[in-house]
C-alpha cells in the first residue's frame, strides 16, 4: 500500500497549462491501477485505468504513464480547466487471498489558478 | 438509474453511542466496501464483502462491524469503541471479479459531538 495518514501534497497550475500528478506504489505484483478525482464531499470518480502489461493508456484530455521498473505512475492532464480542481487518487488493486480490493494513495490536490 | 446510496450524508453522534450508516447498492454487484476518509488524507480500507453473509476486515476494522444479510445492502456500524470516528465514510461496490465497475457512493460524514 501507500503511505496513508500524510497530509496532501497540493499542485497549482495555470488555466490551459498541462498537469502531471505523480504516484509510487509498493506492490510489485500489482498488475491494475486506477486514478479517480474527488471533488469535496464526494466520492471518488473514476478517471482512467492501465494493465501491467501497458506503459501508456490515454483518454479524453488525460493520459496514464506506467513505470513498473522504479514502480511509478502518473496521470498527465492537458489544457487544464477549473473544473479540474480536485483531489486525484492512485489505487492499485491487489488481490490478497483470492479477494480483491483497491489500495490507495495519499492522494494531491490540484489547484486551478484562473 | 442504477447506482449506490448512502444515507444519511451528515451524521452526529454523542462519545459512547454506536451509529450505523447506510449503503444500498441497485447494481446487482458482487462485493461492497467501506474505506474511510480523514481530512486531507486517503481513502483506508474498514471492512469488505464479497458474497452475501460473508465479509473481511480492511487495514482498519477496530472499532466497526458490519453485516451483509442482502446483496443490495452493506450497513456499517460504527461502535463507541472507535476512539476516533469523526471522518468520512465512503461505501464502493463492485461486480466481484476485477476492478471494472468499481462505483463509490457520495459518502457520510460522521461528526462526534
Known amino acids: 500500500g501507500e503511505n496513508v495518514g500524510l497530509h496532501l501534497p497540493t499542485l497549482s497550475v495555470q488555466e490551459g497549462d498541462n498537469s502531471i500528478i505523480n504516484c509510487a506504489y509498493s506492490?510489485?505484483?500489482?498488475?491494475?491501477f486506477i486514478w479517480y478525482k474527488q471533488e469535496s464531499g464526494k466520492g471518488p470518480q473514476f478517471i482512467i485505468d492501465?494493465?501491467?502489461?501497458?506503459d501508456k493508456r490515454q483518454g479524453q484530455r488525460v493520459t496514464v504513464l506506467l513505470n513498473k521498473t522504479v514502480k511509478h505512475l502518473s496521470l498527465q492532464i492537458a489544457a487544464t480547466q477549473p473544473g479540474d480542481s480536485a483531489v486525484y487518487f492512485c489505487a492499485d488493486f491487489e488481490t490478497p487471498d483470492s479477494s480483491y480490493k483497491l489500495i490507495f494513495g495519499s492522494g494531491t490536490r490540484l489547484l486551478v489558478r484562473p | 438509474d442504477g447506482g449506490i446510496t448512502q444515507s444519511p450524508k451528515y451524521l452526529f453522534r454523542k462519545e459512547g453511542q454506536n451509529v450505523t450508516l447506510s449503503c444500498e447498492q441497485n447494481l446487482n454487484h458482487d462485493a461492497m466496501y467501506w474505506y474511510r476518509q480523514d481530512p486531507g488524507q486517503g481513502l483506508r480500507l474498514i471492512y469488505y464483502?464479497?458474497?452475501?453473509?460473508?465479509?473481511q476486515k480492511g487495514d482498519i476494522a477496530e472499532g466497526y462491524s458490519v453485516s451483509r444479510e442482502k446483496k443490495e445492502s452493506f450497513p456499517l456500524t460504527v461502535t463507541s469503541a472507535q476512539k476516533n470516528p469523526t471522518a468520512f465514510y465512503l461505501c464502493?461496490?463492485?461486480?466481484?471479479?476485477?476492478?471494472?465497475?468499481?462505483?463509490f457512493g457520495s459518502g457520510t460524514r460522521l461528526t462526534v459531538v
Open positions: 464502493a461496490s463492485s461486480p466481484g471479479q476485477g476492478a471494472l465497475g468499481y462505483t
Open positions: 506492490n510489485s505484483a500489482s498488475d491494475y
Open positions: 464483502s464479497q458474497i452475501v453473509n460473508d465479509f
Open positions: 492501465i494493465r501491467s502489461n501497458m
